[in-house]
């Protein structure tokens, strides 16, 4: 057996990563994602990479290749367009219009949504979800979030 046959297929989703929580770096690369037959978007890629049982993603910058611990990530980014267009659209049922503040001082205000059973439509039964990240969607970008480095949500009014 060959060492390509052993290897998994990947594929490179460009982010920024926030590594912390003390003296947090914060830097532009590219998380690897298992690359398979479904239609999936990059945010759901990456969600599934970070809820796994691996304790280790490979993060590339340039030819540096790092190693980091998914318990050290603070928030990955996706900048830009979140949704590829070829992809079944996910409806969600509910949004929760909030501010998020990070226990090391970083603030992101936008919508967590959501298609909780109607017994549970408050953010805070969102937030107390067995998964380890929470998805925010801002103006610019999808933030996920390691709810471990939350301090505060802030639930906001509508506009």
Known sequence: MQADEL??????????????????????????????????????????????????????????????????????????????????VVLYDRQHRVEVLLIQGTRFEGLLLDSS????????DHLNSPLTFVRLWTAKECVLIAKSQISTVTELREP
């Open 7 to 88: 290897r998994i297929p990947t594929t490179a989703v460009s982010v920024h990563l926030a590594v912390g929580p003390h003296d947090t770096w914060y830097e532009r690369g590219e998380l690897y994602v298992v690359a398979d037959d479904h239609k999936r978007t990059e945010v759901e890629a990456l969600s599934a990479l970070l809820e796994s049982a691996i304790q280790f993603v490979p993060f590339r910058t340039g030819e540096l290749l790092r190693l980091v611990a998914k318990a050290a990530i603070v928030y990955v980014t996706l900048p830009g367009e979140t949704q590829d267009a070829d992809a079944d």
């Open 117 to 124: 059973p109607a017994a549970q439509p408050r953010a805070l």
